[in-house]
């Protein structure tokens, strides 16, 4: 009991995605966390909705492709049941597969995801976004962000470029570069010579010109 009470309250997380080892795998890494307890696993969309209703967990970790519902569906529902819960969304990383998942993590995000992550994204960053998300806090995992500049860069002729990157300054953009690299806010600020406070409020400008949802 003292020590939960040192620790203080576990984020609460729900699995949610038709792979059973990877989703079984995933939620028994996260349970190895102390701050971190899984309360469910699901295997469809309309289970994990069901589920996120009842338990309404703190962070959802969904699937983008899932065999009953598309994963900005099922973002959109769990949200709409359970408007305090956080949504992180796995995708297929673009250098992987040619058709991408772009067009899915572009909805996704407007459904109202917190973020996103390959698949392939090391458990370590996995907790980390997990962390950030369960404490309302915006922020571009390294691995994730080299993936949206990927599918930014392989957009569709018609479109050319997602319309928030023409509005970055060059600043936003260097920011970014370094974020793609696998550096923190504080490295930043370092290599910037400025404050983690800028950087985080220039990530957070990157995300709103990007058309990440403003938490």
């Known amino acids: 009991m003292e020590e939960a009470a040192i620790r203080g309250p576990r984020i609460r997380v729900l699995v949610v995605a038709g792979n059973d080892l990877f989703r ?11 701050d971190i307890e899984v309360v469910a696993q ?12 009842q338990l309404r967990p703190d962070v ?15 973002t959109r529902e769990i949200l709409q049941r ?34 996103f992550l390959a698949r392939d994204t090391p458990i370590d960053e996995i907790v ?8 309302d806090s915006r922020r571009l995992v390294p691995r994730t962000v080299a993936g949206v500049l990927a599918a930014l860069h392989r957009a ?18 260097e920011v970014l570069r370094l974020i793609s690299r696998g550096l923190d806010n504080d490295e930043i600020a370092d290599r910037l010579r400025t404050s983690p406070q800028s950087v985080e409020q220039l990530v957070s400008s990157i995300l709103i010109k990007l058309g990440l949802p403003d938490r």
Do not use: C, Y
């Open 24 to 34: 079984s795998g995933l939620a028994a890494l996260l349970a190895k966390e102390p």
């Open 42 to 53: 699901a295997p469809s969309g309309r289970s994990g909705v069901q589920l996120a209703s």
């Open 60 to 74: 959802v970790l969904v699937s983008l492709r899932l065999s009953d519902l598309k994963g900005s569906e099922a």
């Open 82 to 115: 359970s408007p305090t819960t956080r949504v992180l969304a796995f995708i297929v990383p673009p250098n992987r597969d040619e058709s991408s998942d772009w067009d899915g993590i572009e909805r996704v995000i407007r459904a109202g995801a917190s973020g």
């Open 128 to 135: 980390t976004a997990v962390r950030a998300a369960a404490a």
């Open 156 to 173: 569709d002729a018609s479109r050319q470029q997602h319309p928030g990157v023409d509005r970055l300054s060059q600043r936003e953009l």
